[in-house]
């Protein structure tokens, strides 16, 4: 019975990864050359976790990652500089705030 429980417990939790994982905006694929798009492993730049981490609590939080994908820079990071929306003209307004929504809610 326990086996069965744990089981359970395993795949719903596989379940709520998978999922929240899937949820990275389609237009974000570019992002992957420089970001861990799931963790908070640095790669080029910062892992996005670690950047919801870091606006964790700041309601502008989303504006403010939105504002920094569109103008690019440093960012306090101690990384390279990340070329305005990151290097792909294509990406839209809503676009970047799709992806800036994404971020600021991964903790």
């Known amino acids: 019975m326990k ?3 744990v089981s359970l417990a395993v795949a719903a939790g596989l379940m709520v990864a998978g999922s929240a ?3 990275a905006p389609a237009s974000a694929k570019g992002c992957k050359a420089c ?3 799931d963790s ?3 790669v080029v ?3 996005w976790v670690a950047v919801g981490k870091k606006y964790a609590g700041d ?3 989303a ?3 939105a504002a920094n994908i569109t103008k690019g820079g440093k960012f306090d ?3 390279g500089m990340m070329p305005p929306k990151g290097g792909n003209a294509k990406l839209s307004d809503a676009d970047i705030k799709e992806i800036a929504t994404y971020i600021a809610g991964l903790k």
């Open 3 to 5: 086996s069965i429980i």
């Open 35 to 37: 970001h861990s798009i």
């Open 63 to 65: 504006s403010k990652i």
């Open 59 to 61: 309601k502008d939080g």
């Open 77 to 79: 990071w101690k990384f």
């Open 40 to 42: 908070d492993k640095k």
């Open 21 to 23: 994982m899937a949820a």
């Open 45 to 47: 730049g910062p892992g």
